[in-house]
């Protein structure tokens, strides 16, 4: 047995950990506690996690099967990273439509989370840009889904429960040059940095904005906007990938190294150093998309007992909560580095997080003192205006807020079911939260 976390840390449990090998043997041979596909463990709470069962690790199972460099398209084995994608694709001038914030993810742990970018706004979550997957069913059958079938539907942003995604056909983006163009901005608070992304945001491909949430009062919700899209080639070998060496987190941190003093200063510095006013800065492809992959394991500098990410969405008209949200936040000081604004567009599957509205994304060392009960009240704010809470990130939701947040969780349960009558696919996630319930 192995002790398996998420990103975070937190809630370590114990389960089988297998080589994915023939993945219909793997889930035929599961025990009563089940079975789980795992990825790169990036999601940050219990999602990856089957405590008691068994865990197929999937990044055995990588490579690129196909890719035609004039169509732009791809078909990669599920356990294929973001990071070796783009090394693949990347030189005939093609680039993931959709990325997370970090190349270290698995295409098969993207789909399940129906993963978004930075250009939510304009271009939907993952989904929108799978062609068809390989569903490996608990009774074995190895299916091809398409968008617009049930399995399709039921499997993308299902976090894992349909059966084990195998293969992953994508339709890329097409990109000039292994660089991003950025334009900057200084945000004095919440409702200038909202204005400018709801006037703004549709000239750019990307946006995302930084916000110091240890800001309060009149400065509450500072913040620096960026804002990018890619760059034409105009330097020499426009196409090849610029990748700073990584360096390692230091391998033991002090617990409480982090806390709200430490960050309050890296905040107020992050926002000072930040240009006013900047236009067309050249970032290479890796440092704006990741800038967390710079440092190997940054998830071990919150020490022992780790930490979480929240991550809300509110609907569009309800700025008011995001706003409530920020100042219970502030005003309890919960120590957050920067924590991430975000402007969805349409939503896609069942279960997936993005719809139209706002996201916030924060990271709070775990044990902060009352942060339970604050988190439990800011749950039950953001259930009432309509929004939710991102299950890739989560590690605390109570069971009883998932249907209020997840309206269609009804119809995904039921084509869920039919996927795996028997019960196979399980994991903490589920466990916690209810959703197969
Ligand atoms: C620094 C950082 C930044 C991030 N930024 C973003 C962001 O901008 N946007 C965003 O949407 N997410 C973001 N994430 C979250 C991350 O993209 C998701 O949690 C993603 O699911 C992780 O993929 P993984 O390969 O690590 O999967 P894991 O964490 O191992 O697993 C995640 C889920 O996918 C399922 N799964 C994995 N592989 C398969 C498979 N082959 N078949 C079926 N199910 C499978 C697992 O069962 C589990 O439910 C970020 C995470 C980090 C650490």
New binding site residues.
């Given amino acids: 047995v192995t002790l398996l976390t998420?990103?975070g840390r937190t809630a370590a449990t114990a389960a089988e950990l297998c080589e994915?090998g023939d993945v219909a043997a793997q889930l035929r041979a599961a025990g009563p506690r089940g079975a789980?596909?795992?990825?790169?463990?990036?999601?940050?709470g219990d999602?990856?996690q089957?405590a008691g069962g068994r865990?197929?690790d999937?990044?055995g199972?990588s490579g690129v099967l196909d890719l035609d460099p004039v169509a732009g398209r791809v078909t990669v084995a599920?356990?294929t990273?973001y990071d070796a994608l783009i090394d693949a694709v990347l030189p005939h001038g093609w680039f993931p439509a959709v990325?997370?914030?970090?190349a270290?993810?698995?295409?098969?742990?993207?789909?399940?989370?129906?993963?978004?970018?930075?250009n939510h706004h304009r271009d939907g979550?993952?989904s929108r840009w799978v062609e068809s997957l390989v569903?490996v069913t608990p009774d074995g059958e190895r299916r091809r889904a398409t968008p617009g079938d049930d399995a399709f539907r039921a499997?993308a942003g299902?976090?894992?429960?349909?059966?084990?995604?195998?293969e992953a056909t994508l339709r890329l983006a097409r990109v000039e040059s292994a660089w991003c163009a950025v334009d900057t901005e200084r945000c004095a608070d919440l409702d200038d940095v909202m204005a400018r992304m709801a006037t703004g945001d549709d000239a750019y491909a990307y946006s995302v904005a930084w916000i110091d949430c240890l800001a309060r009062g009149g400065r509450l919700g500072r913040s620096v906007l960026l804002r990018g899209d890619h760059a034409p080639a105009t330097l020499p070998d426009p196409l090849a990938r610029v990748r700073r060496p990584r360096v390692p987190a230091p391998p033991w941190a002090p617990n409480g190294l982090l806390n709200r003093f430490s960050i309050a200063a890296f905040n107020e510095a992050y926002y000072r150093r930040a240009p006013r006013a900047e236009r067309g800065r050249l970032e290479p492809l890796d440092a704006y998309f990741?800038p967390?992959?710079a440092v190997a394991g940054?998830?071990r500098m919150y020490g022992r007992a780790g930490f979480l990410?929240y991550?809300l969405l509110v609907p569009f008209g309800a700025e008011a909560t995001l706003r409530a949200c920020l100042e219970r936040l502030s005003e309890a000081g919960v120590p957050s580095f920067l924590a991430?604004l975000?402007r969805f567009g349409a939503g896609a599957g069942l279960l997936s997080?993005?719809a139209p509205g706002w996201t916030l994304?924060l990271d709070i060392p775990a044990g902060v003192d009352g942060l339970a009960p604050l988190l439990d009240a800011l749950d039950a704010q953001i259930a009432e205006a309509g929004g939710r809470v991102?299950?890739?990130?989560d590690s605390r939701l109570r069971a009883d807020l998932l249907g209020a947040m997840y309206p269609e969780l009804d119809a995904w349960r039921g084509m869920q079911a039919a996927l795996d009558p028997s019960g196979v696919?399980q994991?903490d996630?589920a466990r916690r939260t209810g959703l197969l319930a």
């Fill in positions: 998420g990103w994915a789980l596909a795992r990825g790169l463990g990036r999601a940050y999602a990856a089957n865990v197929l999937m990044t199972l599920a356990g990273s990325t997370p914030g970090t270290q993810v698995t295409i098969g742990g993207a789909i399940a989370a129906d993963v978004h970018g930075k979550s993952l569903l499997t299902g976090m894992g429960l349909t059966g084990v995604i195998t990741y967390l992959d940054w998830n990410q991550q991430v975000k997080f993005p994304a991102y299950l890739a990130k696919m994991s996630l």
